[in-house]
């Protein structure tokens, strides 16, 4: 009965670490958070875990919000802020509709 389980048993072990792992950057991933805020002429786009671990701030008066098309059907939208050649992806976790939700909110201030 256990004639083979020498065989299968080392892969069932690295099958159990690989989904391991994946499911640690799974959670990683999920605890990703963004903040836009505008303040003193500034719109300031920080991203981070625990703490900010970037930052990207334009000036108000440069800055455009753009919601880009996706070229292919079935892939998600692009939201776009930036100024000049300077551009930074925001709401990568939502879907097109919030997507589109926030575009109108940080358009309209």
Known sequence: MSQGLWMVLPFAGLELMVLGGALYHCALKCQQCELISIVDGQVA??????????TVSFPCAYARVELVAAEHRGYPT?????????RIEVGRCLNDNERGQLAIRLRTG
């Not at 786009?45 to 970037?54: A, K």
């Open 45 to 54: 786009v920080q991203r981070g875990r625990h703490e900010p671990e970037e």
């Open 78 to 86: 692009q939201l776009l802020i930036g100024a000049w050649n300077k």
